[in-house]
């Protein structure tokens, strides 16, 4: 028997033309590669309805209107760590309409909306908003020539252990403690190690690591002479350093007079007046 495939609009046409011309149901299913029940069925609603399409399925009516669906996804957009079962609430205490979660996430999929890991970021503050507009504004119009004079430098913390508190595992009822089945992990996290590097288009520098805390006597000691110095002298005298805020690239050990750690660090290089 042929496998059962749905017909086409196209292809019961054709049908229904074969049978009116009087070929037999079961020659008609062997050239539409079907089984001749279908071909029965499609000639009964054919005498029936005059028509070839399928009937419409009725199926279980929704519980929500389309006015409900965009109140959804609504409050999806609007709260975005918001549950589906705190959207349903919501939902029943505006409309009185009751949901399950479960109809509540099937329509916020239709609209593409899909629970996902949230990216972790910095929180930022207006002024740290508004400065870093206004640098980007600045630099904007720069060339690939002016970015060239630029080292970024920066401090990285690298977790030793895995923090993925969404790690699963498969195992039966009773299987806990089973062996395999439980994840070890060091006390306290394990503990990190940080690092320190700078880049720019020409050069990279050494990758130093820093072991303890960094203070600003030791990122003047350890860095910044030995590393950050010769990578500014070897881009040129128009070199600029860009860092971060960290509290030990703004030590008063660095800028007694309040300069800026550009000017302090240009300050060593050939070319340039000491402030």
């Not at 070929?23 to 071909?39: E, F, G, M, T």
């Not at 977790?159 to 395999?180: H, K, Q, S, Y």
């Not at 990190?192 to 303890?212: A, C, D, E, K, N």
Request: proline share 5%; charged share 25%.
């Amino acid at each position: 028997m042929p496998p059962r495939r749905k017909l086409s609009d196209l292809d019961r046409g054709k049908a229904i033309g074969w049978l009116q011309d009087g070929v037999a149901a079961r020659q008609v299913a062997q050239r539409l590669a079907v089984a001749p029940s279908v071909i029965i069925r499609l000639k009964q609603r054919f005498h029936a309805t005059g028509r070839v399409q399928e009937r419409q399925r009725s199926g279980r009516p929704r519980v929500t209107t389309q006015r409900e669906d965009r109140f959804i996804q609504r409050q999806a957009m609007q709260q975005r760590m918001a549950t589906a079962n705190n959207i349903r609430q919501h939902l029943q205490a505006s409309t009185n309409t009751v949901v399950s979660g479960q109809t509540t996430r099937n329509r916020l999929h239709n609209s593409g909306l899909r629970a996902r890991r949230p990216v972790r970021g910095t929180t930022l503050t207006a002024h740290h908003r508004a400065t870093r507009r206004a640098w980007c504004t600045q630099h904007v119009r720069w060339q690939r020539q002016q970015w060239a004079q630029v080292l970024f430098t920066d401090e990285s913390r690298f977790c030793l252990e895995p923090a993925d508190g969404r790690i699963r595992v498969w195992r039966r009822r009773g299987e806990r403690f089973a062996e395999g089945a439980v994840l070890e992990r060091q006390r306290f996290g394990g503990g990190s190690v940080m690092v320190w590097g700078g880049i720019s288009t020409r050069l990279r520098t050494p990758l130093y690591h820093v072991v303890g805390n960094l203070t600003g006597v030791r990122y003047q000691n350890e860095i910044l002479q030995p590393l950050v110095v010769p990578a500014l002298q070897a881009i040129g005298p128009r070199a600029i350093l860009q860092d971060d805020n960290a509290p030990p690239h703004r030590s008063k050990h660095l800028h007694p007079e309040g300069q800026g750690q550009q000017d302090a660090v240009a300050s060593q290089q050939p070319g340039t007046e000491p402030h």
